[in-house]
């Protein structure tokens, strides 16, 4: 079955880089999302990478995938107050004629000056 | 704003009762999915919907149940409300019936309390 597994807090200081890590461990080929949760908000979509790339950068974004060990890190350049926050990974499978997104707990970002 | 829409924002209900949350799928998309996030069981895949067929079923209850319309808007309903029902109740659409490349955008979500 799946499971996917983050830590639960990453607290950085403004302007330094954010690593935030999760671990899946579906087997099959899959694409792997981070979506970003903000207070009282609903989830926004950042980025995704499917199974067999190792590196996808989008500006301040890098992903980069192991999939030996089957693991995801989002890394968030020059980290800013604005980027406080949730942050689910999620591990999209095939389930019935349809598919299914499987989230991790969540990693809090907490953006100190 | 992703384009999906859900209403209310809101919902405030008593044990025993029933509600509807509905949810309107971006311009375009054909399916719909239904997702719970609470507390203690993080966020839960619920059920999907496409072009109007159920596709795919997760953990849901047997309180509770959903539908799409032909104009692919979709509710949920939640029956026989417990307490441990309160959550926040995601909708997300996409464009196709779900292959593993079909991206989800998510609503704001409906916060339901249960007293």
């Known amino acids: 079955g799946e499971d996917v597994e983050q830590s639960l807090f990453l607290s950085v200081r403004e302007g330094d880089s954010s690593v935030i890590n999760c671990t899946y461990t579906d087997s099959s080929s899959t694409y792997l999302y981070w979506y970003k949760q903000e207070p009282g908000a609903g989830l926004q979509l950042l980025t995704y990478?499917?199974?067999?790339?190792d590196m996808k950068q989008d500006q301040r974004l890098t992903v980069l995938l192991n999939k030996k060990d089957k693991h995801l890190s989002l890394r968030i350049a020059d980290t800013q107050t604005g980027d406080s926050a949730i942050y689910f990974c999620?591990?999209?499978?095939?389930?019935?004629?349809?598919?299914?997104?499987?989230f991790g707990t969540g990693t809090q970002l907490k953006v100190e000056l | 704003d992703s384009g999906v829409t859900q209403t209310p924002k809101h919902l405030i209900t008593a044990t025993g009762q029933r509600v509807t949350l509905r949810c309107s799928p971006r311009s375009g998309d054909l399916s719909v999915y239904w997702y719970q996030q609470s507390l203690d069981q993080g966020l839960q895949f619920l059920i999907q919907y496409y072009n109007g067929e159920e596709r795919a079923k997760g953990n849901i209850l047997e309180r509770f149940s959903a539908q799409q319309f032909p104009d692919l808007h979709s509710e949920l309903n939640l029956s026989s409300l417990e307490l441990g029902d309160s959550a926040l109740y995601f909708c997300?659409?996409?464009?196709?019936?779900?292959?593993?490349?079909?991206?989800?955008?998510f609503g704001p979500g409906t916060r339901l309390t249960v007293l």
């Open positions: 997300a659409s996409s464009v196709a019936a779900g292959g593993l490349t079909d991206t989800q955008y």
């Open positions: 999620a591990e999209s499978t095939v389930t019935g004629g349809g598919n299914k997104l499987t």
């Open positions: 990478i499917f199974s067999n790339m």
